[in-house]
């Protein structure tokens, strides 16, 4: 099975950003917004043929409500932007 896992951690400065990882091979992607986040998963994707399984989203024990919030808010509007092609994958 194909499955990444997305950690959503507070960087540095006070934001936050999505380590990205394929648990079946280890590598690991710093994905600093959703933009970046979907150009990686779609990458990585590729290497099995475009099917993923599963991913695993995970908040970091640190990660600060605010952050988590900006996170959700941010993919929300990322859902809204997309659901019909998400809705057509199912």
């Known amino acids: 099975m194909v499955i990444f896992e997305a950690v959503v951690k507070n960087d540095k400065d ?8 394929d648990t079946l091979d ?6 600093q917004d959703l933009k970046i986040f ?4 779609q ?4 290497e099995y043929g475009g099917r993923i399984d599963e991913v695993k989203w995970i908040s970091h024990e640190s990660l600060t409500p ?9 993919m929300m509007e990322y859902y809204e932007k997309y659901k019909d092609q998400i809705e057509d994958s199912e």
């Not at 006070?14 to 990882?21: A, D, P, R, S, V």
């Not at 979907?38 to 998963?41: F, H, L, Q, S």
């Not at 990458?43 to 590729?46: A, H, L, P, Y």
């Open 43 to 46: 990458q990585m994707g590729e």
């Open 66 to 74: 605010q952050n988590e919030q900006k996170v959700r808010v941010a």
């Open 14 to 21: 006070g934001g936050w950003f999505i380590e990205l990882k």
């Open 38 to 41: 979907e150009e990686k998963i």
């Open 26 to 31: 280890g590598r690991v992607e710093i994905c």
